[in-house]
């Protein structure tokens, strides 16, 4: 993107700056695919990642296949944190891993943990997805081991 300084403007007037610390919450659009509601701004036609051009501005070019990973796990909606503090560069596969460690992509491990418990009482899964509020489809992938194989039962024994 050619940046005029009307857009270094514009983009930094769309952060509620706070103390250096906090997250920097992003007042522009969010958007994207279905669940993933993450920040951008627009600027010649082109939608950009408000993070990523905010780490951008103030670090300089970043190679297109970088990702930027948040410290602060507020990178999508209704945050979309801006604090370059809580920005850094990564891998595709750092982002992945970091996201799985911290649980943010899909299901909490404890609630796959109870999916799988519940399956193994017999209850129905159009019940537990019920309960969950996920599809039968996601609890039929728990039970067939297609998804999640990476949760390990925890024990819940006090011996």
Known sequence: MTRQ???????????????????????????????????????????????????????????????ILHSCDNGGYPVGCCNPAHLRLGTTKENADDMMDRERHGLPKNVINAIRRLIDQGKTQEDIAQLYGVSRETVSAIKTGRTYKHVIEESNDAT
């Open 5 to 67: 300084p009307n857009d270094i403007v514009d983009v930094f007037s769309l952060i509620v700056m706070g103390e250096p610390d906090e997250c920097w919450p992003w007042m522009g659009t969010f958007g994207g695919r279905s669940r993933d509601k993450r920040p951008y701004y627009m600027a010649s036609g082109k939608r950009y990642m408000a993070y990523r051009l905010v780490y951008e501005l103030v670090h300089g070019w970043i190679d297109p296949r970088s990702s």
